[in-house]
């Protein structure tokens, strides 16, 4: 295991590698100080997890991060390895389903020594104490929340070492050009889960096999919501980010939220909810003073789905969610950013955002769209 296959998520071309290295390299530390300070309570913990809840099925997924909570087949014994916090936060409730939980960010100490110092020995370490680990438990499956990322990247070759298949969940829709593996799950895992056919089709037009690549449905955890009906005559609207300023991009998304704040604010209070990464990069894929308010990070998509009546955004995973609890969700493109289109396979409306206050002022005859999507049921493997 070479650094280049570790860190190989933030070798991108530009600036944007080098910042995205920079903030993983500030939070490791934060990291690795409270795993070194909470090691012994976290050691307890897992040793109480693994003797509270034995095996009961030949086959065990060892599942890493918590957007694949829940979306496991229970034919299978599922372990479920989180981040510091989740950890904490998850474990009582993860003990009570019957699953083990253990915590991956324990490691972080070495991937300090390792990227600060260049440190090979301590990377073989880490390798080594992993394989004796996914050994240990008698993992068949690994499945992973996205697979760039050095946690993840290190997994996967651990498990390909001990012949472990390893697989991918996609983990939001895909509205990107590029198709690069900042942007596109499946190019490190032996398999990805995507889905459903539109984003099947994504993926292999970018070049994926399309072999590794299986059909599953929408995660499960996006249906969970029930709100109120919509207002029709002063529909409250929100709009959602996506991270775009990450991207190649950003620059024409931004000109797109601007254009579209200036049609929709003389007529409509607009509201913004920024996507989780906007919030730990600091830096929002609209301008601030355009919006009535920015929505603080603790303000849950349960929340806001209750709130609001409308929801736009570019390409976000929420539109999903939104569009089934009832409400209008609708993805904006224009003549300089035209995203792949959500409208094919998900229940919201595209529209160009030069046509935007047409058609808002024509929401009376535009309620939610009512189309059929392709729930997951329990992801099930091929072991």
Same mark, same amino acid.
Request: proline letters at 3%.
């Given at each position: 295991?070479?650094?280049? #296959?570790? %860190?190989?998520?933030? =070798? +991108? /071309?530009?600036?944007?590698?080098?910042? *995205? $290295?920079?903030?993983?390299? &500030?939070?490791?530390?934060?990291?690795?100080?409270?795993?070194?300070?909470?090691?012994?309570?976290?050691?307890?913990?897992?040793?109480?997890?693994?003797?509270?809840?034995?095996?009961?099925?030949?086959?065990?997924?060892?599942?890493?991060?918590?957007?694949?909570?829940?979306?496991?087949?229970?034919?299978?014994?599922?372990?479920?390895?989180?981040?510091?916090?989740?950890?904490?936060?998850?474990?009582?409730?993860?003990?009570?389903?019957?699953?083990?939980?253990?915590?991956?960010?324990?490691?972080?100490?070495?991937?300090?020594? #390792?990227? %600060?110092?260049?440190? =090979? +020995? /301590?990377?073989?370490?880490?390798?080594? *104490? $992993?394989?004796?680990?996914? &050994?240990?438990?008698?993992?068949?499956?690994?499945?992973?929340?996205?697979?760039?990322?050095?946690?993840?990247?290190?997994?996967?070759?651990?498990?390909?070492?001990?012949?472990?298949?390893?697989?991918?969940?996609?983990?939001?829709?895909?509205?990107?050009?590029?198709?690069?593996?900042?942007?596109?799950?499946?190019?490190?895992?032996?398999?990805?889960?995507?889905?459903?056919?539109?984003?099947?089709?994504?993926?292999?037009?970018?070049?994926?096999?399309?072999?590794?690549?299986?059909?599953?449905?929408?995660?499960?955890?996006?249906?969970? %919501?029930?709100?109120?009906?919509?207002?029709?005559?002063?529909?409250?609207?929100?709009?959602?980010?996506?991270?775009?300023?990450?991207?190649?991009?950003?620059?024409?998304?931004?000109?797109?939220?601007?254009?579209?704040?200036?049609?929709?604010?003389?007529?409509?209070?607009?509201?913004?909810?920024?996507?989780?990464?906007?919030?730990?990069?600091?830096?929002?894929?609209?301008?601030?003073?355009?919006?009535?308010?920015?929505?603080?990070?603790?303000?849950?998509?349960?929340?806001?789905?209750?709130?609001?009546?409308?929801?736009?955004?570019?390409?976000?995973?929420?539109?999903?969610?939104?569009?089934?609890?009832?409400?209008?969700?609708?993805?904006?493109?224009?003549?300089?950013?035209?995203?792949?289109?959500?409208?094919?396979?998900?229940?919201?409306?595209?529209?160009?955002?030069?046509?935007?206050?047409?058609?808002?002022?024509?929401?009376?005859?535009?309620?939610?769209?009512?189309?059929?999507?392709?729930?997951?049921?329990?992801?099930?493997?091929?072991?």
């Amino acid at each position: 295991m070479n650094r280049e #296959d570790v %860190y190989a998520y933030y =070798s +991108l /071309t530009g600036d944007l590698g080098i910042q *995205l $290295l920079g903030k993983y390299k &500030k939070v490791i530390i934060y990291k690795a100080l409270a795993s070194v300070v909470l090691l012994p309570v976290i050691v307890v913990l897992e040793v109480l997890s693994t003797v509270l809840v034995p095996r009961k099925r030949k086959d065990c997924v060892c599942a890493l991060g918590q957007s694949n909570y829940n979306e496991v087949s229970q034919k299978y014994d599922v372990d479920y390895h989180l981040g510091l916090v989740s950890f904490f936060s998850f474990f009582i409730r993860t003990i009570k389903a019957g699953n083990r939980v253990y915590c991956y960010d324990k490691y972080c100490i070495l991937f300090f020594i #390792d990227i %600060y110092f260049t440190n =090979s +020995l /301590t990377r073989r370490f880490l390798l080594n *104490l $992993l394989q004796r680990s996914m &050994k240990r438990r008698a993992y068949s499956i690994l499945l992973v929340g996205n697979d760039t990322k050095p946690n993840e990247k290190v997994h996967i070759i651990v498990a390909r070492m001990l012949d472990i298949k390893s697989y991918v969940y996609q983990h939001g829709v895909w509205t990107g050009r590029y198709g690069s593996p900042y942007e596109l799950d499946g190019w490190h895992a032996d398999f990805l889960y995507v889905f459903d056919e539109k984003n099947k089709q994504v993926a292999i037009t970018h070049g994926l096999d399309e072999c590794r690549i299986l059909s599953v449905g929408y995660p499960r955890r996006l249906f969970n %919501y029930q709100s109120k009906p919509i207002c029709i005559n002063n529909p409250k609207i929100c709009i959602l980010g996506a991270a775009a300023h990450r991207s190649s991009y950003s620059e024409d998304i931004e000109e797109l939220m601007r254009k579209l704040v200036m049609s929709l604010g003389s007529n409509y209070v607009v509201d913004y909810k920024p996507h989780p990464v906007e919030f730990k990069d600091n830096s929002f894929d609209i301008d601030e003073k355009l919006v009535s308010k920015v929505l603080p990070k603790s303000c849950s998509m349960h929340e806001v789905i209750g709130a609001y009546d409308v929801f736009i955004s570019i390409g976000s995973t929420a539109l999903i969610e939104t569009s089934a609890a009832g409400k209008i969700a609708i993805q904006i493109y224009s003549d300089r950013y035209a995203s792949l289109d959500m409208s094919e396979s998900t229940a919201c409306y595209r529209v160009n955002v030069d046509d935007i206050l047409r058609f808002m002022k024509g929401i009376p005859n535009n309620q939610s769209k009512d189309r059929k999507i392709y729930i997951n049921q329990g992801l099930v493997f091929d072991v």
